[in-house]
């Protein structure tokens, strides 16, 4: 049941204590006191119960204004993530200069800002034509060091304890007192119609956006228990303190599901007598997706189409890939909402590495489980499948009436191993996403099945050392696919006919090389490569993902730099030379 309160406009009242709980956290490093846990007569900012694990809130802000959040009555939360996304529009090429004057950030401060790089759309839209983004970075609000407040309010807009206050450090330096360990803040200028991927002559529709991406808290604190009279939260943000976002609150007294996500994997098919599979024998799987108490989300047998996902009211709250409806950009713009369901199967572990042969558009549009890579040319296996298909969810953008979005999906699936599989072990890795009712999480599950042996096959990966950043809320169990296990990344993470910058080698090269917020020297490979030999294949892709630029020299031999993710198009992956570049100034290997 949900019980619905109204909420009037915000007093004075509220205000002032809101600004004089973010004014005395200014210019601080570390998390200020937390409140006597009856102040107001409700426990706030305290750790409450030990045995009550708080849940981690998601605020999606658009336009200034957001869905109302379903929240269960009673339970403890913690700030997990916020996103914030203003959009105004222009018919002249002004830059980003139009959010000065209209939007949530009008009174921001904007001195300081920059543009940095651009990239244009793989694909054309339905019309045949392109569109270009322009990537924005350096004003005040995005760079100096500011605090987050969330507050609950009650239906006359009256505060019902003092606010949370987070800090997120500032961009340049990560710090023990940051929240956060996600922080990008930018401003996006889209231009629209572009008639070719180089040329956007006489286009009259620009986008202007400003976007706000914080998430993955490095700790559950502090957090809060929701007041029964909770009928708001506000937001607030020192580096834009003329404005507030008020999200309406309905508290669900008898939730039909658990907060939490899992994902089970089954194998359906029985192994031989020696406990392994054959070369060339068919393996069906089945996945279930649960909530946090083991409750099942679909009923087993089948999973809800397309359509009753994104467009339906479908109570669980697992997603469907959702790349159409808002565009994405690796590092730049809300990539961690693209929340594609999919499970791939690799193998054998020994052989695991990047995959370079491209995935056609044709296949993706055309085909359910789909071929990824080949022991012929990438020295191993890998497929996928996309949920609740593959073919009807891609295929289905294309066609016009979006028939594949109608059809529903199966919760099992079949792979054909190839006839000359080497023995080992191969891995099944499904990773999904769930949206409800304020938590936003994901959940990557794997397991491993034995291929012509029944002892276990293993790979000594040529990269490491992450968790000398990636640790507490910002390790690799915690971010991203919530996926601890390198080793599988490579199975979905191959180019794509329809997203050249999808390998996991050219994202991680981009992220830490656009990223202010890595401690290390940049060109220092050693810093993650562990052998000399894992960073001597050149090509477009591994070296155009870090650098921005080559001598005039490989331009003449090799084409300009056309895309800042990869540095050109499918020749990008393609090794280009075995003799130059087997050394890195710097690099430490």
Same mark, same amino acid.
């Given at each position: 049941m949900v019980?619905? %309160?109204?909420w009037?406009?915000?007093?004075g009242?509220?205000?002032?204590?809101?600004?004089?709980?973010?004014?005395?956290?200014?210019?601080c490093?570390?998390?200020?006191a937390?409140p006597?846990?009856e102040?107001?007569?409700v426990?706030w $900012?305290d750790? %409450?119960d030990?045995?009550t694990?708080?849940?981690g809130l998601?605020?999606?802000?658009?336009?200034g204004?957001?869905?109302?959040?379903?929240l269960?009555?009673?339970a403890?939360f913690f700030l997990?993530?916020?996103d914030?996304?203003t +959009?105004v529009?222009s018919?002249?090429d002004?830059?980003?200069?139009?959010l000065?004057h209209?939007g949530?950030?009008?009174h921001?401060?904007?001195?300081?800002?920059?543009?940095?790089?651009?990239e244009?759309a793989?694909l054309p839209?339905a019309?045949?034509?392109?569109t270009r983004?322009?990537f924005y970075?350096?004003a005040?609000w995005?760079?100096?060091?500011?605090?987050?407040?969330?507050?609950?309010?009650?239906e006359d807009?009256?505060?019902l304890?003092?606010?949370?206050t987070m800090?997120?450090g500032?961009d340049g330096q990560?710090?023990?007192?940051d929240h956060?360990?996600v922080r990008?803040?930018r401003?996006i200028q889209r231009?629209l119609?572009?008639?070719?991927?180089n040329?956007?002559?006489? &286009?009259?529709q620009f986008?202007?956006?400003?976007v706000?991406e914080l998430?993955n808290? *490095?700790?559950?604190?502090?957090?809060?228990?929701?007041h029964?009279?909770?009928?708001?939260?506000e937001?607030r943000?020192?580096?834009?303190p003329?404005q507030r976002?008020?999200?309406?609150v309905e508290q669900?007294?008898?939730p039909?599901y658990?907060y $939490?996500?899992q994902i089970? +994997?089954?194998v359906?098919t029985p192994p031989?007598?020696d406990?392994?599979f054959?070369?060339g024998q068919?393996?069906t799987f089945?996945?279930? *997706?649960?909530?946090?108490?083991?409750?099942r989300?679909?009923?087993?047998?089948?999973?809800p189409?397309y359509?009753d996902?994104i467009?339906?009211?479908?109570e669980?709250g697992?997603?469907?890939y959702?790349g /159409?409806?808002d565009?994405?950009?690796?590092f730049w713009r809300r990539?961690h909402?693209?929340?594609t369901?999919?499970?791939?199967?690799?193998g054998?572990?020994?052989n695991?590495?990047?995959?370079h042969?491209?995935?056609p558009l044709?296949?993706?549009?055309?085909?359910?489980v789909?071929q990824? &890579?080949t022991i012929?040319?990438d020295?191993? /296996?890998?497929v996928w499948?996309?949920f609740?298909?593959?073919?009807?969810? /891609?295929?289905?953008? /294309?066609?016009?009436?979006? *028939?594949g979005w109608?059809?529903? $999906? !199966?919760?099992t699936f079949s792979v054909?191993?190839?006839?000359?599989?080497?023995?080992g072990t191969?891995?099944?890795?499904t990773?999904a996403r769930r949206v409800?009712?304020g938590e936003?999480?994901?959940f990557?599950?794997?397991?491993?099945?034995?291929? %012509?042996?029944?002892?276990p096959? !293993?790979?000594?990966?040529? @990269?490491?050392?992450?968790?000398?950043?990636h640790?507490? %809320?910002g390790?690799?169990?915690?971010v991203?696919?919530r996926?601890?296990?390198?080793?599988?990344?490579?199975?979905? =993470?191959a180019?794509?006919?329809?997203?050249?910058d &999808?390998?996991?080698?050219?994202? +991680?090269?981009?992220i =830490? !090389?656009?990223?202010?917020r890595?401690d290390?020297? +940049?060109?220092q490979c050693?810093t993650c490569?562990?052998?000399?030999?894992?960073?001597?294949r @050149?090509s477009?892709?591994?070296c155009?993902s870090c =650098?921005t630029?080559y001598p005039q020299s490989?331009v003449?031999?090799f084409?300009p730099?056309?895309s800042i993710?990869?540095?050109?198009?499918?020749e990008s992956?393609t090794?280009c030379t075995?003799s130059c570049?087997?050394?890195h100034?710097s690099?430490?290997l």
């Open positions: 019980e619905r %309160g109204r009037r406009g915000v007093t009242k509220t205000m002032r204590a809101a600004a004089l709980i973010g004014a005395a956290t200014l210019g490093d570390e998390q200020a937390a006597e846990p102040l107001f007569g426990p $900012g750790d %409450g030990g045995d694990e708080p849940i998601a605020i999606d802000l658009k336009n204004t957001s869905a109302p959040l379903r269960h009555a009673g403890r997990e993530q916020i914030i996304s +959009v529009t018919a002249v002004e830059g980003v200069k139009g000065a209209s949530d950030f009008r921001a401060p904007w001195l300081g800002t920059h543009f940095v790089e651009q244009t793989q839209d019309a045949g034509k392109y983004s322009r970075q350096g005040l995005m760079t100096l060091p500011s605090f987050v407040l969330l507050a609950q309010l009650d807009g009256d505060l304890a003092p606010p949370i800090s997120i500032s990560r710090r023990a007192s956060f360990f990008r803040l401003a231009t119609g572009c008639p070719a991927p040329d956007c002559t006489g &286009a009259t986008e202007e956006e400003a706000v998430r808290a *490095l700790k559950q604190t502090p957090s809060f228990e929701l029964p009279a909770t009928a708001a939260l937001l943000w020192t580096a834009n003329l976002w008020v999200i309406p669900e007294t008898d039909e658990a $939490g996500f089970d +994997v089954d359906v031989g007598p406990g392994f054959l070369p068919e393996l089945r996945v279930t *997706l649960r909530d946090g108490d083991g409750n989300l679909h009923p087993e047998g089948s999973l189409s359509n996902v467009f339906g009211a479908d669980a697992f997603q469907y959702q /159409f409806f565009p994405t950009w690796v990539k909402r693209e929340r369901f999919i499970a791939h199967f690799m054998p572990a020994q695991v590495g990047p995959i042969s491209i995935v044709e296949q993706i549009l055309t085909e359910d789909q990824v &890579a012929e040319q020295g191993l /296996f890998d499948k996309v609740p298909t593959t073919d009807g969810v /891609f295929g289905g953008a /294309f066609d016009p009436q979006h *028939l109608a059809e529903p $999906g !199966s919760d054909q191993l190839p006839a000359d599989a080497p023995p191969y891995r099944l890795t990773k409800y009712h936003d999480i994901a990557t599950r794997t397991i491993e099945v034995q291929v %012509g042996t029944a002892a096959t !293993s790979k000594t990966l040529e @990269t490491g050392n992450c968790q000398s950043c640790s507490e %809320g390790s690799l169990a915690a991203l696919h996926n601890p296990n390198r080793g599988t990344c490579y199975g979905c =993470h180019p794509l006919g329809v997203e050249y &999808a390998p996991i080698h050219s994202r +991680v090269h981009f =830490h !090389s656009r990223s202010n890595f290390a020297p +940049v060109e050693d490569h562990l052998t000399a030999a894992s960073i001597q @050149t477009k892709s591994a155009l =650098h630029s490989h003449a031999a084409g730099v056309s993710y990869v540095g050109g198009q499918a992956f090794q075995a570049h087997t050394t100034p690099s430490g």
